[in-house]
């Protein structure tokens, strides 16, 4: 039985005109249904539009992607071209070609696609130069680092020389006044000068001035300036009359005790000094001197036995004024070259005074018969 509905009459070319009837019928009946569809996706068009600049932009990839579908896929080359044509039409992007072939630019070939563009070559600047390596060290040169040149030293400024006067000199060797009798009690107040103020600055002066100053680090000249003395009276205290005026240079020895008792003139070699006492304290002070190793002055116990003012040696002619014997030859007075050159020179064997006054009144105080002691 045939079915005489579906066109087909059991011929092969019946039944092709009917299956081309029959995709023609189902095209016109698709028509209707795209062209109903088409006002939906013209209202979606503008989103659509919004995503287009994103497909241009990806347009240089598939261009360049293209050799590769025509060289994997060339018989299907007119399929695309009508899928893209109906695609296009359906979206609502405008008319376009069927084909699509005359208009599109021709793709571009691998070989010319990987070719590198040409580079552009920007002038060179002095600050782009290369600098150029220095040449390789010679073999003879020596690889040792350089030693490290040594830290420049600051030379200490020389100290310039002091533009301030020196300190005035107050007194200097030569100098004699009551100034230097009390510079040299003030010495001997601290020890310096081992002698009773004279008034005289002499060599003995000196050396205790120089003691003083390398003592106070001062600068040792020997002369006494005014920083030697201001030092001196912040240290010492304003000697005493006695002090300045002592009865001799140097200080009296303790008495003997044979010069304790009754009416004595105490003459000691060490001190060289004399002492005039009663019953054991000192009338009067005196310094004295001696004779020389060939005409010493004998020691011992002795009385005065003659009294001469104006004597004068019979035997060295010269003269002994208040003289006092008391040992043959041997006198106590006063000698004008024990006065004049002091401990420099020495007697005959008598016992000199360099003090006149003293020993006038000396001369008129002792008794014949008084005690005269003679000791180291």
């Given at each position: 039985m045939v079915d005489t509905d579906s066109g087909w009459d059991g011929r092969g070319g019946r039944g092709r005109r009917g299956a081309r009837d029959t995709r023609g019928a189902h095209a016109a009946d698709a028509i209707p249904n795209l062209r109903v569809a088409a006002p939906d996706r013209r209202v979606a068009a503008p989103n659509l539009r919004v995503a287009v600049p994103?497909?241009?932009?990806?347009?240089?990839?598939?261009?360049?992607?293209?050799?590769?579908?025509?060289?994997?896929?060339?018989?299907?080359?007119?399929?695309?071209?009508?899928?893209?044509?109906?695609?296009?039409?359906?979206?609502?992007?405008?008319?376009?070609?069927?084909?699509?072939?005359?208009?599109?630019?021709?793709?571009?070939?691998?070989?010319?696609?990987?070719?590198?563009?040409?580079?552009?070559?920007?002038?060179?600047?002095?600050?782009?130069?290369?600098?150029?390596?220095?040449?390789?060290?010679?073999?003879?040169?020596?690889?040792?680092?350089?030693?490290?040149?040594?830290?420049?030293?600051?030379?200490?400024p020389a100290p310039e020389p002091s533009t301030a006067p020196p300190p005035r000199v107050l007194m200097r060797t030569g100098s004699e006044s009551d100034r230097v009798r009390e510079l040299q009690a003030r010495l001997r107040q601290i020890?310096?000068?081992?002698?009773?103020?004279?008034?005289?600055?002499?060599?003995?002066?000196?050396?205790?001035?120089?003691?003083?100053?390398?003592k106070r680090s001062l600068p040792v000249t020997g002369s006494t300036d005014?920083?030697?003395?201001?030092?001196?009276?912040?240290?010492?205290?304003?000697p005493k009359a006695a002090e300045l005026r002592p009865p001799t240079e140097r200080p009296v020895a303790a008495p003997d005790e044979r010069c304790l008792k009754g009416r004595v003139l105490c003459i000691s070699k060490?001190?060289?000094t004399l002492a005039w006492m009663i019953d054991g304290k000192v009338v009067s002070a005196m310094d004295v001197r001696f004779g020389s190793?060939?005409?010493?002055?004998?020691?011992?116990?002795?009385?005065?036995?003659?009294?001469?003012?104006?004597?004068?040696?019979?035997?060295?002619?010269?003269?002994?004024?208040?003289?006092?014997?008391?040992?043959?030859g041997q006198a106590v007075h006063y000698s004008a070259d024990f006065a004049a050159n002091g401990y420099?020179?020495?007697?005959?064997?008598?016992?000199?005074?360099?003090?006149?006054?003293?020993?006038?009144?000396?001369?008129?105080?002792?008794?014949?018969?008084?005690?005269?002691?003679?000791?180291?």
């Open positions: 994103d497909r241009r932009v990806a347009l240089p990839d598939s261009r360049v992607a293209a050799p590769d579908r025509r060289t994997a896929l060339p018989g299907r080359r007119a399929a695309a071209v009508s899928l893209v044509a109906l695609a296009a039409l359906a979206t609502g992007c405008g008319p376009g070609t069927a084909t699509g072939a005359p208009d599109a630019s021709p793709p571009v070939r691998p070989s010319q696609a990987a070719a590198p563009s040409p580079t552009r070559t920007d002038p060179v600047t002095e600050d782009a130069k290369p600098r150029t390596a220095p040449p390789p060290p010679s073999p003879s040169a020596s690889t040792a680092p350089p030693a490290p040149a040594p830290a420049p030293t600051t030379a200490r020890g310096h000068f081992g002698r009773n103020p004279t008034g005289y600055y002499g060599s003995v002066t000196a050396d205790a001035v120089r003691s003083f100053q390398a005014e920083v030697t003395w201001q030092r001196l009276l912040a240290m010492t205290r304003v060490n001190s060289r190793e060939y005409t010493p002055t004998r020691e011992g116990v002795f009385e005065v036995f003659w009294k001469s003012r104006d004597h004068v040696s019979t035997l060295y002619d010269t003269p002994m004024p208040y003289a006092l014997f008391f040992s043959g420099g020179g020495a007697s005959h064997g008598c016992v000199n005074v360099r003090d006149k006054k003293k020993v006038a009144a000396l001369f008129d105080q002792v008794r014949t018969g008084d005690k005269v002691v003679v000791y180291w």
